[in-house]
C-alpha cells in the first residue's frame, strides 16, 4: 500500500522559513516524478514545485528564488524549503507521487498558515 505522509506545516510570520517532508512507502521511490502543490482557501488546487527522478526541478513562477525541492532517496523522502514566506503562501500543502507517468498518489496534505 502506498502511503506519503507530509509534514513541517504551520503558522509562521511574513518573511519566514519553514521546510516540509513528505515520506513516502510502499513504493520504488527512486522511480518517482514527485511534487508539491498547495490549494489555498476558496481556490484549486495549483502545482508548486516538481522534481524529476534524475533531479530536475521546475517551480511556479510566483515561488521560484522562495522555495527550493529536493529529494532523499536513502530516506524516500521530499522536502519543500520554504523561505520569505509571503501571506499568499497560506494554503493545504500535498504531496503528490507519480510513478512511470501512469500512476499518481497523494498525501493528506499539511496545512500552512503565514500571518503578516
Known amino acids: 500500500q502506498v502511503q506519503l505522509v507530509e509534514s513541517g506545516g504551520g503558522l509562521v510570520q511574513a518573511g519566514g522559513s519553514l521546510r516540509l517532508s513528505c515520506a513516502a512507502s510502499?513504493?520504488?521511490?527512486?522511480?518517482?516524478?514527485l511534487g508539491w502543490y498547495r490549494q489555498a482557501p476558496g481556490k484549486q488546487r495549483e502545482w508548486v514545485a516538481s522534481?524529476?527522478?534524475?533531479?530536475?526541478?521546475n517551480y511556479l513562477s510566483s515561488v521560484k528564488g522562495r522555495f527550493t525541492i529536493s529529494r532523499d532517496n536513502a530516506k524516500n523522502t521530499v522536502y519543500l524549503q520554504m523561505n520569505s514566506l509571503k501571506p499568499e503562501d497560506t494554503a493545504v500543502y500535498y504531496c503528490?507521487?507519480?510513478?512511470?507517468?501512469?500512476?499518481?498518489?497523494w498525501g493528506k496534505g499539511t496545512l500552512i498558515t503565514i500571518s503578516s
Open positions: 510502499g513504493i520504488s521511490f527512486s522511480d518517482l516524478a
Open positions: 503528490n507521487a507519480v510513478l512511470r507517468g501512469v500512476w499518481s498518489y
Open positions: 522534481i524529476t527522478s534524475i533531479g530536475s526541478t
